[in-house]
């Protein structure tokens, strides 16, 4: 069965330090993977997508995340975190056989940046 | 980049009203649209996938006749919500297509008193 896993349901970190956010994933065929942001009462922001090529892809907000086909992941990744980078973050993919498009997605991770 | 919006952003209505609710993709054509529900603090639920010009493709357990969808055109999908009652009350948001990527709505907080 398709799925994606976000273990974390949320991740603290300091204003300047790096921050991880995990994300693994199950497709049974080769995977679209992508990562949205979500501010408070507000839709999805599209933050990067890996489709196919380099495994390390560069996103919006200096977001970057890093396919790893062998440990099926997808972790998100900012080597210095802003307050403002606070708020909720979905991992989601998309087998790339599936016609329908349907994106599986993961339960978010709450991403909290304090000062 | 691509932008989606979504019509109204906020609507409060009577039990038994039925509520429409517009998303346009505004600089590209979307073959593809879909409807997402989304409840307090949990991640998107679809409801349905809707291609232009034909039929929504509804996910198990969602009505049909309650949530009716219509894709007329290649920018614009609309969710009408008919016979509304409280439990009906969500953050609904749609999204679209584009090549390989959805581009999401900021989406509709609908309460129904």
């Known amino acids: 069965a398709q799925s994606v896993a976000q273990p974390e349901d949320q991740v603290n970190v300091a204003e300047g330090n790096p921050l991880t956010v995990k994300c693994t994933y199950s497709?049974?065929?080769?995977?679209?993977l992508f990562w949205y942001v979500q501010y408070p009462n507000r839709g999805l922001q599209f933050l990067l997508k890996?489709?196919?090529?380099d495994n390390l892809v560069k996103g919006s907000y200096g977001f970057e995340a890093e396919f790893n086909k062998s440990q099926t992941s997808f972790h998100l990744k900012k080597p210095s975190a802003l307050v403002s980078d606070s708020a909720l973050y979905f991992c989601?993919?998309?087998?790339?056989?599936?016609?329908?498009?349907?994106?599986?997605w993961g339960a978010g991770t709450k991403l909290i940046i304090k000062p | 980049g691509a932008v989606v919006s979504q019509h109204p952003s906020r609507v409060i209505c009577k039990s038994g009203t039925s509520v429409k609710i517009e998303c346009r993709s505004l600089?590209?054509?979307?073959?593809?649209m879909f409807w997402y529900r989304q409840f307090p603090k949990q991640s998107l639920m679809l409801m349905a996938t809707?291609?232009?010009?034909?039929?929504?493709?509804?996910e198990q357990g969602v009505e049909k006749d309650k949530f009716l969808i219509n894709h007329a055109s290649l920018t614009l999908s609309t969710l009408t919500v008919t016979s509304a009652h409280p439990e009906d009350s969500s953050f609904y948001i749609c999204?679209?297509?584009?090549?390989?990527?959805?581009?999401f709505g900021p989406g509709t907080r609908l309460t129904v008193l």
């Open positions: 809707s291609n232009e010009g034909s039929k929504a493709t509804y």
């Open positions: 497709v049974s065929g080769n995977p679209y």
């Open positions: 600089d590209f054509q979307a073959t593809t």
């Open positions: 999204s679209a297509r584009e090549v390989y990527t959805q581009y």
């Open positions: 890996y489709i196919t090529g």
């Open positions: 989601a993919v998309r087998d790339m056989a599936d016609s329908n498009y349907q994106l599986i």
